[in-house]
């Protein structure tokens, strides 16, 4: 469990922040109860990802990095501590019709793995678009995968409408407390592997790895900045966090395509613009230039949903100094299959070599 001197299991804190309730948003508190419940009931089931110092990151931001490895995770991503926590919280009654989610992969994977060890069959929804290696994965886990859509948000839809038929238990990929309390357990663990960070960055989508961190950092150490950062093809959460309309953006086809959402969440998006300290942006070159660099420094393949991250500190994009600097490396499942189309998107850009 994390100790602070404030803030401890038995001496939780309130938030101001609204709650959700079905699909409205009501009353004016959190307890963060809930964060440390999340954090003990993980802490045996998922890996305790490692927070890894990158000595060229180092140099080129002229500060401390530390990467947070969840592409080292179970399914190869952070979306099994929600999933994990979400359907920990499921009654059996609940689960009688079976489990229902749509994702664009990593969620599906996650959702399939804890459906598994619940002995409860899971159906997931997936855009057409995704990559070949997060179907096969989440079948491998058990669920049965219905391709719909050309996007997250199509296939949403339809798994939507295919509950209002088979009443099954639906786990939304982000807008649901017990979602991002599981995702908030990796900065809980980074604050206590990195017990220096000033700044901590973080990939965001739909918001729930964002909202949850943004929780979770400002109840233990809220000294600490939070910076989200989104593609610039898919830039909602962003959008809306500088005061324009999520539909005044564009929705285009990202290499980063674990966080390409098109409408955020309720909840996730109240959290983030009461305790993110800012939302940026990085272009599609940039992420491709950033797997590459994890590819031939760090000797690891990313997805282009962390690799968005690790962008806006290859390329100085943070808007504030920092002493040491924490990023979320929210994901590994990267389809093999496009990394010539990564190189080819990395032209002109400055590759590993040249850092």
Do not use: W
Not at 13 to 42: H, I, Q, R, W
Not at 100 to 111: I, R
Not at 129 to 148: C, E, F, H, N, W
């Amino acid at each position: 469990m994390i100790h602070t001197s404030q803030h401890t299991k038995k001496n939780s804190n309130t938030f101001n922040v609204l709650l959700l309730k079905g699909d409205d948003l009501v009353g004016n508190s959190y307890d963060t109860v809930g964060l440390y419940d999340a954090f003990e009931k993980l802490a045996p089931i998922v890996h305790r990802t490692p927070c890894k110092q990158s000595q060229t990151l180092n140099r080129i931001a002229g500060n401390k990095v530390s990467l947070k490895l969840e592409n080292l995770q179970k399914t190869g991503s952070f979306k099994i501590r929600g999933a994990f926590n979400k359907i920990s919280h499921l009654t059996d009654e609940e689960c009688q019709q079976g489990i229902l989610a749509a994702s664009a992969g990593n969620h599906a994977q996650g959702v399939a793995l804890a459906g598994r060890e619940k002995g409860v069959p899971v159906t997931i929804f997936m855009p057409e678009s995704t990559p070949d290696a997060k179907v096969m994965a989440t079948r491998q886990y058990g669920a049965t995968v219905r391709l719909i859509g050309k996007s997250f948000d199509e296939a949403y839809a339809a798994a939507k409408k295919e509950q209002l038929f088979t009443r099954a238990a639906f786990v939304h990929p982000f807008d649901d407390l017990a979602i991002i309390e599981g995702q908030a357990t990796a900065a809980m663990e980074m604050m206590q592997q990195c017990p220096d960070m000033d700044t901590i960055v973080v990939p965001a989508g739909g918001g729930g790895l964002l909202a949850g961190t943004a929780l979770a950092v400002k109840a233990i150490r809220p000294s600490v900045r939070v910076i989200g950062v989104q593609a610039q093809a898919a830039s909602a959460i962003a959008s809306i966090f500088h005061g324009t309309s999520a539909t005044a953006v564009p929705f285009l086809p990202t290499i980063a395509e674990g966080i390409k959402v098109k409408d955020p969440g309720k909840l996730t998006t109240k959290i983030i613009q009461a305790y993110v300290d800012d939302v940026i942006t990085v272009s599609e070159k940039e992420i491709a230039s950033a797997i590459l660099f994890m590819l031939e420094r760090e000797k690891m393949l990313i997805e282009g949903a962390g690799a968005a991250a690790v962008a806006a500190v290859l390329y100085r994009h943070l808007p504030f100094h920092s002493n040491s600097t924490g990023v979320i490396v929210s994901g590994g499942n990267f389809d093999i299959g496009k990394l010539n189309a990564c190189i080819k998107t990395a032209t002109d850009m400055s590759t590993a070599s040249s850092f």
